[in-house]
């Protein structure tokens, strides 16, 4: 499987004004060096949106708030023995009800670097 790479906005906005032209999306597609399936999800999304720029918002949520993280940050530098096991089940349950371990102990390790 080859790798992916994202188009470029340039790029997105060439295939709207091709397509404008009149170009086929296999034509479109051939030019640019990518498939008639993401030609066409551009097309799409250019007629959804009026755009060919990025959508915000892209990529994975954060889980922790600011707050969480700083109270993770202050326990760990009070007590650096402790585990990250008791955090979720202890004090600040509404802050940590959708952190699991690992992303507890990767802002916690992440301000001792």
């Known amino acids: ?31 640019i060096g990518v498939t008639h399936g993401c030609v066409q999800k551009i097309l799409q999304k250019y007629k959804k949106t009026g755009s060919g720029a990025n959508i915000p918002g892209r990529g ?13 940050i202050h326990s760990v530098k009070k007590d650096p023995r402790q585990t990250l096991n008791w955090i979720p089940e202890r004090k600040w349950k509404e802050d940590f009800s959708y952190a ?11 301000d001792e670097q």
């Open 60 to 72: 994975c949520k954060e889980i922790l708030s600011t707050t969480a993280k700083r109270k993770i």
């Open 1 to 31: 499987m080859s790798s992916r790479r994202e188009t470029t906005e340039s790029e997105r906005l060439l295939v709207v004004k091709w397509s404008k032209e009149g170009k086929s999306l296999r034509e479109i597609a051939s030019l």
């Open 100 to 110: 699991d371990c690992h992303s507890l102990k990767r802002h916690s390790t992440k």
